[in-house]
């Protein structure tokens, strides 16, 4: 992975971790600093957890918070905090246009480098909540801010990583309880069986494709 991501990186790069605070904790806090640790190892970026903790630490309260965390480049941890408002019960999701490149690696980072998603979410038409993408070989990847699970019997099948897509962290959290394991898939599977969306904010979360 590192030998990917060779040569100068962008200017004003940050890397991002996005999770809940829920009943006096941060929910899978480990598993979002495992994958913060890994992408900066894989860019070169410093990584203390100390200082971590500490921008962390004035988080609190008893309500629900969306909590974004960012290193910059020189490591230096920020943090920023929201009420976590509820979003749909069921999320209506359609198939984007665009394809996305299946060997790039920038897919496998959360980085401030989300352009073509935050471009794709912020021009959803009324009644549609999440956009799914494929890749160019035509298989399933991910969403604008969610990976994405068909149900199969008891198991949940997911994208594997080499269709082009983020490790979410829900998604890993659900992969090593056994409760889902991974499948190609395509736009077709999207019409055979139960969709489900989510990430470590929201969780898992049903999804109806709209046509």
């Known amino acids: 992975m590192e030998s990917a991501f060779r040569g100068p990186l962008p200017g004003g790069l940050t890397l991002i971790e996005t999770f809940g605070w829920r009943e006096g904790a941060f929910v899978r806090l480990d598993l979002h600093l495992a994958r913060l640790e890994a992408t900066a190892r894989a860019l070169g970026v410093p990584f203390e957890r100390a200082a971590i903790d500490d921008a962390l630490a004035v988080l609190g309260g008893a309500d629900p918070l969306r909590v974004r965390l960012t290193l910059d480049l020189a490591g230096r941890p920020a943090v920023q905090s929201a009420p976590l408002l509820p979003g749909p019960e069921v999320w209506k999701v359609a198939v ?33 909540d999440e956009w799914l993408f494929l890749n160019t070989r035509g298989e399933l990847c991910e969403g604008t801010i969610t990976n994405v699970f068909l149900r199969r019997g008891g198991l ?17 959290a659900l992969l090593e309880e056994g409760r889902a394991r991974e499948a190609v898939l395509t736009e077709g599977d999207l019409r055979e069986g139960e969709i489900l969306i989510g990430n470590s904010l929201r969780g898992l979360l049903p999804a109806r494709l709209v046509p």
Do not use: I, M, N, Q
């Open 96 to 128: 984007h246009a665009e394809r996305l490149d299946p060997t790039d690696p920038w897919l496998r980072v959360k980085t401030s480098l989300r352009a073509r998603y935050d471009s794709a979410r912020a021009a959803l038409p009324e009644g549609l």
């Open 156 to 172: 949940l099948l997911t994208p594997p990583l080499a269709s082009g897509l983020l490790p979410g962290v829900l998604r890993k």
